[in-house]
């Protein structure tokens, strides 16, 4: 459907069953029963879905519909979906199309090949999706999406949407008591937002085409250096490429289209990467907003004749990207309860929810750890371009020194804030912000909210939001208990804050996390560094953590041994399809490449030699020499991978297997990398088998 872009507030949300649309579409009592719903999260009767489902049904056919879909998130980490039609049989023999009320509310998906860790045998095949009213539908290629949550027969969570929603709620229960002890008697609902930027790189689909290591496993395994990197920073921030920028021209049209708050977009620091960064809203339509963000991005690029690589490290020795989870926690009367004010010091409500949030970073770092654990973000973590394995809080100098000031019950100093001057007059003057921004720290706080780091670009921001939205509620639920039963709550709050800053504060850390002697001071502070995702997945059955999910009603310890088992079985195959992809690229293409031309090399020196006797050569000597040693190397490690591969495959359970995996396979792969890319350099390019990195990251041109 053609839509004019002069103006985007008149197309904004076109596509989105949104507030706007159910009020002008809805009987004035079912939409007041739908925000009720949406709002307080009460129940919806099925006489109120069924005219909710044939308003939708209109308005769907009206934008050129013809299929539903149950839009879900199961544990592969991307959506899924299946189309049904809205045609239905009349007595005629024609169809009608019509749409109930249970087909709205609940669908049944088979569940039979996506992830389930053992909670169900592989011949039961039901599951279930059940409609989430919080998040709008959508009309999406002529179908009307309904974002779902998606369980087993038994009653299982088998996506990333279930636990997140739980999650939301059981931080809204504990936030409501502390608000209510702090008299806010309007407020009625506590909701966490986030908003995440998504980095990502976009390189010639005709290129990548010739790369199967890009196109089976989403990354390069090999590729030496090219003589320019981002060694120049000139591609951050710089002038956007005429193709990139209508690339991302299209991309804003179509997310606007679907009522997705994109908002900022830049060159980021590697050639040929980009970032999108949305606004804040409420955590599972952020979820369900970047979800569709990368599935526009993948599928516009290829559009533009451009290919949208998400793996958090594609290219060995420049950035690899990231997705930076911004979260926040707001009442329904629109109050931030992590803004500090303009005094931060005598605001207490304010630093009871910052302490809240300390304490749960401490108590469950292992957790917020877990959460971006993957074999992409294992590449990433640590370098220059992302956080170190190590969870900390970055808070800055201000919010530092008054927690500092408490913990000592000393009075602190206020400043007020001095004007940001650079020195020229006709700049505007303006003030500072309380802190400057710690590019190094995992969780970072930015303002009026925290920025967690550590997630890797392909990453669905629902596990690590679960992750912190329980942990938080746990210690928002400790609080509760505490202050409600206190005689003088301005004496036990003061207290409870002074305690939690004193025994807390080995996590907060405002300097260089990239520093050795941080990681050394890290581990006198005994916190975690979990290095690799076999290292961090078996945090996850911590007895402390089960307890924490069950307490909550996120997870069953069912749910939690059955992640378990699912993140290790995918690090596994992960790892196992970049070493096959290794190994047939060697064998296929680059051993056949190198020999072809030492060949060359050799014919070359033999003519001359045989043309001019006494010609020394020393170019095709030399380097035919240095190539059969290397090619001989490439052979022999190849052997000793494909020997890896074979040999870790005698591990019965899934951790032994992911550590094998990554002290055995691993290694060899690397050092058969190694091998090839030094043969690459001494290797003519024209007769080298798959484009080369400078083709790759400056293959755009224009």
Not at 266 to 282: D, I, M, S, V
Not at 364 to 370: A, E, G, P
Not at 502 to 517: A, L, Q, S, T, V
Request: charged share 25%; proline share 4%; with cysteine.
């Amino acid at each position: 459907m053609e839509i004019s872009m002069k103006n985007v507030p008149d197309y904004f949300g076109k596509f989105v069953f949104d507030d706007i649309t159910m009020r002008a579409r809805l009987p004035k009592e079912t939409y007041k029963a739908m925000i009720r719903t949406i709002k307080d999260g009460r129940s919806l009767d099925i006489s109120i879905a069924n005219v909710v489902a044939n308003a939708m049904k209109d308005w769907a056919i009206e934008l050129g519909a013809t299929h539903y879909t149950h839009w879900f998130q199961p544990m592969t980490g991307i959506t899924a979906e299946k189309h049904d039609s809205f045609i239905s049989p009349d007595d005629s023999g024609r169809v009608i199309m019509e749409f109930s009320g249970k087909e709205l509310v609940q669908g049944e998906p088979d569940a039979s090949s996506f992830p389930s860790g053992g909670l169900r045998a592989t011949f039961e095949a039901r599951g279930y999706t059940a409609w989430d009213p919080t998040s709008y539908a959508f009309v999406k290629d002529g179908v009307l999406c309904i974002p779902t949550a998606f369980c087993s027969f038994a009653g299982d969570a088998l996506d990333k949407k279930t636990p997140l929603l739980r999650s939301m709620e059981a931080l809204n229960r504990q936030a409501m008591r502390i608000i209510k002890l702090f008299g806010h008697t309007d407020v009625t609902s506590v909701k966490t937002t986030v908003g995440p930027e998504q980095e990502y790189f976009l390189i010639e689909k005709a290129l990548y085409d010739k790369r199967p290591d890009l196109v089976f496993a989403g990354r390069t395994l090999f590729g030496a250096r090219p003589p320019k990197g981002q060694e120049l920073d000139d591609h951050y921030f710089g002038t956007i490429k005429p193709r990139v920028a209508a690339f991302m021209k299209e991309l804003d049209e179509e997310l606007w289209k679907l009522g997705v708050y994109a908002k900022t977009e830049h060159n980021e620091a590697a050639p040929a990467q980009h970032e999108l960064a949305p606004y804040f809203t409420t955590a599972n339509i952020a979820a369900d907003h970047n979800q569709l963000t990368m599935e526009l991005m993948q599928k516009i690029a290829r559009k533009h004749d451009m290919v949208c690589i998400l793996h958090e490290k594609p290219f060995a020795g420049v950035t690899g990207s990231g997705k930076h989870n911004n979260w926040s926690m707001t009442t329904n009367t629109g109050v931030n309860l992590l803004n500090p004010g303009e005094t931060p010091y005598e605001n207490a409500q304010f630093l009871l929810f910052l302490c809240a949030v300390i304490k749960a970073v401490d108590d469950y770092q292992d957790l917020l750890r877990v959460s971006a654990a993957t074999a992409g973000n294992d590449h990433r973590l640590g370098a220059a371009e992302a956080p170190p394995a190590v969870i900390s809080i970055f808070l800055g100098d201000e919010l530092t020194a008054i927690l500092h000031a408490l913990e000592k019950e000393t009075v602190y100093n206020a400043k007020e804030k001095s004007l940001m001057r650079v020195g020229v007059h006709v700049l505007p003057k303006f003030p500072k912000d309380t802190t400057d921004r710690n590019r190094t720290s995992p969780f970072a706080f930015t303002g009026n909210k925290f920025e967690f780091r550590m997630l890797g670009a392909s990453a669905s921001v629902s596990d690590c939001n679960t992750s912190l939205n329980t942990a938080v509620a746990e210690v928002l639920s400790q609080f509760a208990d505490e202050l409600e039963k206190a005689e003088n709550f301005e004496h036990a709050l003061h207290d409870l804050i002074v305690r939690t800053v004193r025994n807390h504060k080995r996590i907060i850390f405002n300097g260089n996390g990239y520093d050795e002697k941080w990681i050394e001071e890290a581990e006198r502070r005994g916190l975690y560094n979990l290095k690799t995702t076999p290292d961090a997945i078996p945090m996850l059955l911590n007895q402390k953590n089960i307890d924490l999910f069950c307490k909550h009603k996120v997870l069953s310890e069912r749910e939690i041994r059955a992640r378990y088992e699912i993140l290790l079985e995918s690090y596994v195959k992960i790892v196992n399809i970049e070493a096959l992809s290794m190994v047939d690229m060697v064998k296929k293409d680059i051993l056949p490449a190198v020999c072809c031309y030492g060949d060359k090399l050799a014919k070359a020196f033999r003519h001359k030699k045989e043309a001019i006797p006494s010609l020394k050569c020393d170019y095709e000597r030399n380097v035919l020499q240095e190539l059969s040693e290397c090619t001989d190397h490439i052979y022999h490690t190849l052997r000793c991978l494909e020997k890896a591969i074979a040999g870790v495959n005698k591990n019965d359970d899934s951790l032994s297997l992911a550590k094998a995996y990554e002290t055995q396979v691993i290694p060899q792969m690397q050092a058969l990398r190694a091998y090839v890319d030094l043969a690459e350099t001494m290797t003519a390019y024209k007769d080298w088998p798959y484009p080369t990195y400078g083709d790759l990251l400056f293959g755009i041109k224009n």
